[in-house]
């Protein structure tokens, strides 16, 4: 008697490594170093429903707040209807849910931008929660005042991986007409600053709202690093629980030093304090 053997179709195939892809990608969204611009985000209580936590409908209000937020304030967005030449309409959202926040809590929402078109951005979304009290050293309220870029020492009072991710279009259109219009030349550089590849394994990241890359070399070479100091950062992830991470600080001056190792452990962006501590030596 022959016995069966279960085989797994072509298709069924294809679908198995779609499914890992999606997951691979949306388990690098859900790191920190995915995003550019951090802005906390003060819950309030009537975000909470009957279960106690945020209502998923308030996560994209919190996403709005953040995108609208660095538009207004590094890309020279208006919003008068009647005054603005390029108007922006969402014309997509999506969120996946994690873990739960909920009031009177206060999670910090990150962006960054995937996409430049002609007349639409597609912006990639998260939110991490704090890290529990206890954890934290006193801090003062206007720690959370306002928002911030990757690598400032804040983003240490927030858990390392997002409770919530998200995505977003926006279709910029001429307010006269309702059509889509090319975006305005100085939004560009501001959209431009956030667009960065996810932080996935065997890829390479060089974080540049970080460090932009500079036009000539320094000839300081003992500098932190500027406009003129060409740093290249590569980082080997590995996603394991433990969060490890591996940076290489390369300072491309005319000299042989070899490079110096940082070596990250559950606090990723604590790697900007360590470069600074030790530049002398890069």
């Known amino acids: 008697m022959t016995s069966w053997v279960p085989r797994l179709l072509p298709r069924n195939v294809r679908s198995l490594a779609a499914s890992s892809e999606n997951q691979r990608v949306e388990d690098g969204r859900r790191h920190q170093e995915a995003y550019g611009y951090f802005l906390p985000i003060q819950t309030r209580w009537q975000d909470n429903d009957q279960?106690?936590?945020?209502?998923?409908?308030?996560?994209?209000?919190?996403?709005?707040t953040i995108i609208n937020h660095y538009l207004i304030r590094y890309c020279g967005l208006k919003t008068g209807l009647r005054t603005s030449p390029t108007v922006g309409f969402m014309v997509t959202n999506q969120c996946t849910f994690h873990t739960p926040v909920g009031f009177p809590q206060i999670p910090v929402a990150a962006f960054a931008v995937d996409k430049v078109g002609r007349s639409s951005v597609h912006y990639r979304l998260a939110l991490f929660p704090p890290k529990p009290a206890g954890d934290l050293p006193a801090v003062e309220h206007r720690d959370f005042s306002d928002g911030f870029f990757?690598?400032?020492p804040r983003l240490a009072?927030?858990?390392?991986?997002?409770?919530?991710?998200?995505?977003?279009?926006?279709?910029?259109?001429?307010?006269?007409?309702?059509?889509?219009t090319g975006l305005p030349e100085d939004f560009r550089p501001g959209l431009l600053r956030l667009v960065t590849q996810l932080p996935m394994p065997g890829t390479t990241l060089f974080s540049s709202w970080l460090f932009p890359p500079p036009s000539k070399p320094s000839a300081h070479p003992?500098?932190?690093?500027?406009?003129?100091?060409?740093?290249?950062?590569?980082?080997?992830?590995?996603?394991?629980?433990?969060?490890?991470?591996?940076?290489?600080?390369?300072?491309?001056?005319?000299?042989?030093?070899?490079?110096?190792?940082?070596?990250?452990?559950?606090?990723?962006?604590?790697?900007?304090?360590?470069?600074?501590?030790?530049?002398?030596?890069?």
């Not at 390392?160 to 307010?175: E, K, Y």
């Not at 932190?224 to 590569?234: A, C, G, Q, T, V």
């Open 51 to 64: 279960y106690g936590h945020v209502n998923n409908a308030v996560y994209y209000s919190y996403f709005d």
């Open 150 to 152: 990757f690598g400032h």
């Open 157 to 180: 009072q927030f858990a390392a991986l997002a409770c919530t991710t998200g995505s977003a279009v926006h279709v910029f259109v001429n307010p006269a007409t309702g059509k889509p």
């Open 222 to 282: 003992s500098r932190l690093p500027s406009s003129r100091h060409l740093l290249s950062f590569r980082r080997e992830y590995d996603l394991s629980p433990r969060l490890s991470y591996k940076d290489t600080c390369d300072s491309t001056q005319g000299s042989q030093r070899s490079p110096r190792m940082i070596t990250l452990s559950q606090n990723p962006q604590s790697y900007l304090q360590q470069f600074y501590q030790s530049e002398t030596s890069c």
